[in-house]
């Protein structure tokens, strides 16, 4: 069986830019989870993708998640396929794991895509999964859907908001060589698609221009709170084989748009009086990370900074409030999603002083802060106790800031240890002094 070989080549070889279409028909139907659970992920371009596994739209289609459907090859191609296998005919599908956001997405593509069989559709499109029945999608399509006349247009840019059509726009694609570059450029005001003859990041004069087009329509534009991902499928148009009975492969060769999501923030507990320190696992995809901070999961976000390392201090952060954190990664493509959310605080300095009163008292000071609504001072035997086990042993309101034991010192058979916590006026957080003692010792004659 003859196999139809469409190309979509690494940016290594970039000769041309195209931004591609949006569809008549969604590209994911109603019924049909759009990011349901899948057994298979591959990594390709850097990135996560799931394999789709289960039946449904479009089309209806079977899909195909086995190594023999859709693999990456040793040079890092991704190899999307139609197969016929046992007698029925399996489309193919890939999508990323992590959102994506406003800029620039490409697609590299070498093939006949101006020459497809009239029942095969090839989708490159950024879609929402949030709610099946309300669908919104960028999309860009190569397919005749169905029409055997050689001078349909293959070419389709569209926008889906809300489960209805946005804005169309269809096209003639003529191919001069086997090298297309496609992409999708979303932003907030504005979705401009371009699809180029070869592997270009702009096109070198206007010959190289298969089809330009934009919409600044605002019923038509998604948001990133729709939370959209990238989508790239190969399948049959209302579930018909293909007119030739050939399979067909597409071959991607690379994929850029804005950076995965960061992993593993955290954020560091009242582990420092001067800042709130911040730490991730950093994404191949991404060349620079941003940083907010909000002071509630709901509230808004705060920019505080760029960074091109895994860890930032936030030194703006008041003492003793919980503020909320996020980061996201940077590239030339845009900025990608935000991180999963972490906590974090600083804590209120405590410098505690230690004097002997006289030879048997011990008064303990600090300065008075005005973050603390209470003091609590604890007493022990053990130099590194755990307050969280004791009572403490007197709690002042500032401006109190002192404390005398009577009779702590002057016996060398017992030492004590101090230590005082600042309870914080906004959040309540127990901010901890440095540990201080008195020590006795017995001094023999002539030891």
């Known amino acids: 069986?003859?196999?139809?070989?469409?190309?979509?080549?690494?940016?290594?070889?970039?000769?041309?830019?195209?931004?591609?279409?949006?569809?008549?028909?969604?590209?994911?139907?109603?019924?049909?989870?759009?990011?349901?659970?899948?057994?298979?992920?591959?990594?390709?371009?850097?990135?996560?993708?799931?394999?789709?596994?289960?039946?449904?739209?479009?089309?209806?289609?079977?899909?195909?998640?086995?190594?023999?459907?859709?693999?990456?090859?040793?040079?890092?191609?991704?190899?999307?396929?139609?197969?016929?296998?046992?007698?029925?005919?399996?489309?193919?599908?890939?999508?990323?794991?992590?959102?994506?956001?406003?800029?620039?997405?490409?697609?590299?593509?070498?093939?006949?895509?101006?020459?497809?069989?009239?029942?095969?559709?090839?989708?490159?499109?950024?879609?929402?999964?949030?709610?099946?029945?309300?669908?919104?999608?960028?999309d860009v399509e190569f397919a005749t859907w169905g029409d055997p006349d050689p001078a349909a247009p293959e070419g389709k840019y569209t926008t889906w908001y809300q489960n209805a059509i946005g804005d169309q726009y269809t096209f003639d694609v003529n191919l001069n060589g086997a090298y297309t570059t496609h992409a999708i450029d979303w932003q907030p005001t504005q979705v401009d698609f371009e699809s180029l003859h070869g592997f270009y990041d702009t096109p070198p004069n206007a010959s190289y221009i298969i089809a330009q087009w934009s919409t600044s329509n605002p019923n038509v534009i998604p948001i990133p709170e729709d939370e959209m991902r990238v989508h790239m499928n190969l399948w049959l148009y209302s579930g018909q084989p293909p007119t030739d009975g050939q399979e067909v492969e597409i071959v991607i060769h690379d994929f850029k748009g804005p950076p995965e999501i960061p992993t593993n923030l955290q954020a560091s507990d009242g582990a420092f009086t001067d800042r709130v320190t911040l730490s991730w696992d950093g994404v191949p995809t991404a060349t620079s990370y941003q940083v907010y901070r909000a002071e509630s999961e709901t509230g808004p976000k705060t920019l505080l900074g760029s960074t091109t390392a895994t860890t930032f201090d936030d030194t703006t952060a008041d003492y003793d409030r919980t503020y909320v954190y996020w980061v996201t990664g940077v590239n030339g493509q845009g900025e990608g999603w935000f991180s999963d959310s972490d906590t974090g605080w600083r804590a209120i300095p405590m410098d505690v002083s230690i004097t002997l009163t006289n030879t048997t008292d011990v008064t303990l000071s600090?300065?008075?802060?005005?973050?603390?609504?209470?003091?609590?001072?604890?007493?022990?035997?053990?130099?590194?106790?755990?307050?969280?086990?004791?009572?403490?042993?007197?709690?002042?309101?500032?401006?109190?800031?002192?404390?005398?034991?009577?009779?702590?010192?002057?016996?060398?058979?017992?030492n004590h240890y101090y230590l005082v916590q600042a309870i914080g006026c906004t959040d309540a957080h127990a901010s901890p002094s440095n540990r201080t003692g008195e020590f006795d010792f017995a001094l023999t004659p002539g030891s």
């Open 366 to 414: 600090w300065p008075d802060q005005s973050a603390a609504c209470q003091y609590d001072v604890y007493r022990d035997l053990t130099p590194y106790f755990d307050p969280a086990t004791l009572t403490p042993a007197a709690s002042l309101t500032p401006p109190d800031s002192t404390h005398t034991f009577a009779n702590d010192a002057g016996n060398p058979a017992e």
């Open 1 to 138: 069986m003859r196999m139809v070989i469409i190309r979509l080549l690494r940016t290594g070889l970039l000769l041309g830019l195209a931004l591609i279409s949006l569809r008549a028909i969604p590209l994911m139907a109603a019924g049909s989870p759009p990011h349901a659970p899948t057994t298979r992920t591959i990594q390709w371009a850097d990135r996560t993708w799931n394999v789709r596994s289960w039946p449904g739209g479009p089309g209806p289609n079977n899909w195909c998640d086995t190594v023999d459907c859709v693999w990456v090859d040793s040079n890092g191609a991704l190899h999307l396929t139609i197969r016929y296998i046992n007698g029925q005919w399996y489309a193919t599908e890939v999508s990323t794991r992590d959102l994506t956001n406003f800029g620039e997405h490409r697609f590299y593509v070498e093939g006949p895509i101006d020459d497809l069989d009239p029942n095969v559709v090839l989708g490159l499109f950024l879609y929402s999964d949030i709610n099946d029945n309300d669908i919104e999608e960028l």
